[in-house]
């Protein structure tokens, strides 16, 4: 990820009364990313699942979903969660509290003239917007350690031979290394939602290229008639002691 992307910490915004501990959301603040050279606004903060009660939904003025009527407790924090850092993203971005419902696909539906991504991962949260029109995709995903479980599945079901081997290569810590382009394929399919309408699995995008910082991939079958076979798009990542985020800014092509 890029120097000026590396900025994925946030600042505790002072001027916001919640950006504190309130007992469910603390170390909350925004936070600026670049990607692809385009200026992007972010929000980021850590949570409670335990700290959770359904009646802050309505303290922080963020709808109640139907979805939500049969979720866990841990579903409904993560929701709340991404809810309230893509809400103050938003205004960031100028646009005033504005709700962000779920689409037919289980996506967030944003604002016309706003492509923006939530991401959630164990006590964190983060929502990265864009309101710039060369913008077509955009996608963050954050991880972090994976259990050896799940590391074992994500080597058989998101990346082929060849790929775990240029993992086990590239990276220090494969592990992580696998985590990383995990990540990146998640952000990669988020920023490319728009454009492809349906959801696709990991070999649709292939490694073609790493190095510090930065995934290139390949897709391996055309998707959509701006996504086609053989394109490359590149995914910006930062580790920061076990955890793992990624980016992934897709420009209007022309």
């Not at 990607?35 to 949570?47: K, N, Q, V």
């Not at 998707?223 to 086609?228: F, K």
Request: glycine share 10%; charged share 25%.
């Amino acid at each position: 990820m890029s120097a000026d992307a590396a900025a994925l910490e946030p600042a505790v915004d002072a001027a916001d009364p919640r950006s504190g501990d309130d007992g469910f959301v603390f170390d909350a603040g925004a936070f600026a990313c670049v990607a692809a050279g385009r200026d992007l606004t972010g929000y980021a903060c850590r949570f409670r699942s335990d700290g959770y009660r359904d009646d802050l939904f309505a303290a922080y003025a963020i709808a109640w979903p139907s979805q939500l009527d049969r979720a866990v407790v841990k579903r409904r924090s993560d929701y709340l969660a991404g809810r309230i850092c893509a809400r103050r993203a938003l205004i960031a971005l100028g646009l005033g509290a504005v709700d962000v419902p779920i689409g037919p696909d289980r996506e967030p539906v944003w604002p016309a003239g706003v492509i923006a991504s939530i991401s959630h991962a164990g006590d964190r949260a983060v929502c990265l917007a864009s309101a710039d029109p060369q913008v077509v995709g955009l996608g963050i995903d954050i991880e972090g350690r994976l259990p050896p479980g799940m590391a074992a599945d994500i080597r058989n079901e998101v990346v082929d031979a060849a790929e775990s081997a240029a993992i086990e290569t590239h990276f220090a810590d494969p592990v992580q290394g696998l985590a990383t382009v995990f990540s990146a394929k998640e952000s990669l399919f988020k920023a490319l939602f728009p454009q492809v309408g349906e959801f696709f699995g990991f070999e649709a995008m292939r490694i073609a290229g790493l190095q510090p910082g930065r995934i290139e991939f390949a897709a391996t079958q055309t998707l959509a008639a701006t996504v086609r076979e053989g394109d490359r798009f590149a995914v910006d990542y930062l580790l920061d002691g076990e955890d793992v985020r990624t980016v992934a800014c897709v420009l209007r092509r022309g």
